[in-house]
């Protein structure tokens, strides 16, 4: 039970985003109004992105609070708090940039709702919201690690649960990092390639 209700409030924080926005405002043109403007499209999206994930974290916290107080709960005590701060930092940085890669695509083709709508259910089934990926055969496990996505979701929680695994720390430090910064600069030479054959008229 504490692993999913801290898993939901994780989930409700990373997982919210406006940048699927993003993809509208290539398809329609508007894109251009941020561009003549002297702002980084980076920037902007993730101020916007910010101030949407504090309003909710705001009713994510005051839901997880009444569903603990009123079923009284009785959640493990908090383990590692800064380490878990760290972890939920780079989570966001990598949907983030998973969500920008997504809304490029509009660069490229109309068809942009239906390929983020597949992404993002495989991405909640295979992040750990549902589960904790430890239930796995260690190999299976180990494997996971070298993907992206148990870092969205699944290592947080999992710290906030249980601290740190010993066993697993280094790997899983290396590639949350390794993926943070590989996404993001992957989102960047994306944008970089779409901007230069984007074009659009009548505005």
């Known amino acids: 039970m504490s692993y999913i209700l801290f898993s939901s409030l994780v989930t409700t924080f990373i997982s919210s985003s406006r940048i699927s926005n993003l993809a509208y405002e290539i398809q329609s043109g508007g894109i251009m109004n941020l561009l003549l403007k ?111 996505f148990p870092y969205l979701y699944f290592l947080p929680t999992k710290i906030v649960v249980d601290g740190i695994q010993t066993p697993y720390f280094v790997q899983q430090l290396v590639c949350f990092v390794g993926w943070a910064v590989g996404l993001f600069y992957l989102a960047n030479y994306m944008w970089k390639s779409g901007i230069k054959e984007f074009s659009f008229w009548g505005r």
């Open 38 to 148: 002297p702002l980084s499209l980076f920037g902007y999206y993730a101020a916007t992105d910010a101030a949407d994930k504090l309003i909710n974290l705001f009713f994510g916290l005051l839901e997880f609070s009444l569903i603990v107080y009123f079923f009284a709960i009785p959640l493990v005590v908090p383990q590692q708090i800064a380490w878990s701060l760290f972890f939920v930092v780079c989570g966001v940085s990598i949907s983030f940039s998973i969500n920008l890669m997504l809304s490029f695509v509009g660069f490229w083709t109309p068809e942009v709702w239906a390929p983020r709508f597949l992404f993002m259910m495989l991405v909640t089934f295979v992040s750990g919201a549902y589960f904790p990926f430890d239930l796995f055969p260690p190999l299976a496990y180990r494997i996971l690690l070298f993907t992206p």
